[in-house]
């Protein structure tokens, strides 16, 4: 069974701080890993990508990614209430765009003015 | 289009009716999967098309569910017999064979 886990939250964090959103994944064969935001009642909108190991900056948001600990985190630097949504940890196994997504739970980001 | 695009927005079936949703990808791309979203955030794949061929089929209750994506026509996930536990959010997604998947604004469907 290949699984993604993320703490469900919800998140709570003050307008202005760093968000840490974190997300573990089962199989090793996993080649790409993407951060989608849902907001209530919404589709899922991709964020962020990342395929290597290290840092990937993307204006307030910075995936990271470590294969070897099986982990993908994304840090929201600056967070805005508009960020206030539920944040989507996926997974694909396969390295072209073929394969389906693996998706997490979810984290519930809440950010208070 | 530029983006993905399903219908209905809203579909209401008795348990046992036959319940049909549609999507159309993004002009250009090549890939649509289907995925469904129970109890708020547990998202499920369920199958995927490359063209008209199906790619991965996985995912599917195949007792039930059939899809089809035919030339020129909008791709199509059919639900025979629809059971309390179909109720669900169902989206679609699109992609090029080297891009992001795109997702459409979801059906929901709600069986009584």
């Known amino acids: 069974q290949k699984e993604v886990e993320q703490n469900s939250g919800p998140l709570s964090v003050p307008e202005g701080a760093i968000a840490s959103l974190n997300c573990t994944y089962s199989?090793?064969?996993?080649?790409?890993f993407f951060w989608y935001r849902q907001y209530s009642g919404k589709s899922p909108e991709l964020i962020m990508s990342?395929?290597?190991?290290g840092d990937k900056e993307d204006g307030r948001f910075t995936a990271q990614l470590n294969k070897a600990s099986q982990y993908v985190s994304l840090l929201i630097r600056d967070s805005q209430p508009s960020d206030s949504a539920t944040y989507l940890c996926a997974v694909r196994l396969q390295g072209g765009s073929q394969g389906n997504l693996i998706f997490g739970k979810g984290t519930k980001l809440s950010v208070k003015p | 289009g530029e983006e993905v695009a399903q219908t209905p927005k809203h579909l209401v079936r008795g348990e046992g009716q036959k319940a049909k949703l549609y999507c159309a990808p993004i002009k250009g791309h090549s890939y649509v999967f289907w995925y469904q979203q129970v109890l708020k955030n547990e998202f499920k794949f369920l199958i995927s098309f490359q063209n008209e061929n199906v790619f991965d089929e996985t995912g599917m209750p195949k007792e039930r569910f059939s899809a089809k994506c035919l030339p020129n026509s909008p791709c199509s996930l059919e639900i025979q017999a629809t059971k309390l536990e179909d109720s669900a959010v169902y989206f679609c997604?699109?992609?090029?064979?080297?891009?992001?998947?795109?997702f459409g604004p979801g059906t929901r469907l709600t069986v009584t």
């Open positions: 997604a699109s992609s090029l064979p080297s891009g992001y998947q795109y």
């Open positions: 990342i395929y290597s190991n």
């Open positions: 199989d090793r064969g996993s080649q790409s």
